[in-house]
């Protein structure tokens, strides 16, 4: 994990647990986390337990942690503001033939920003 020398570690290590634990399928053992990341198993103990305590992550009933609903609200908000900003660049003739793949639009119009 590259570090930016003026981030903060914990929250840096926060998300790369949670990106982590998306890219398993949502859903990942501690153990598995730890390959992952390279973190060690106590500082992804106590991670854990704060993202659980917030919401952010759950224990499944296999003893496993699995993304939390917390996401739900972060993910929507993100999805509304992502709207905004590319609504108004969809109205243009320039996009017009890129709306039959909006993904591709999204990508196209975050990379010009």
Known sequence: MKSNPQAIQSVERAFALLEAMAEAGGEAGITELAATTDLPLPTIHRSIQTLVSMGYLRQAPNRRYALGARLLYLGDAAGRGVSSWVRPRLRSEEH????????????RLLLEK
């Open 96 to 107: 017009t033939s890129e709306l039959q793949s909006p993904m591709y639009l999204v990508c």
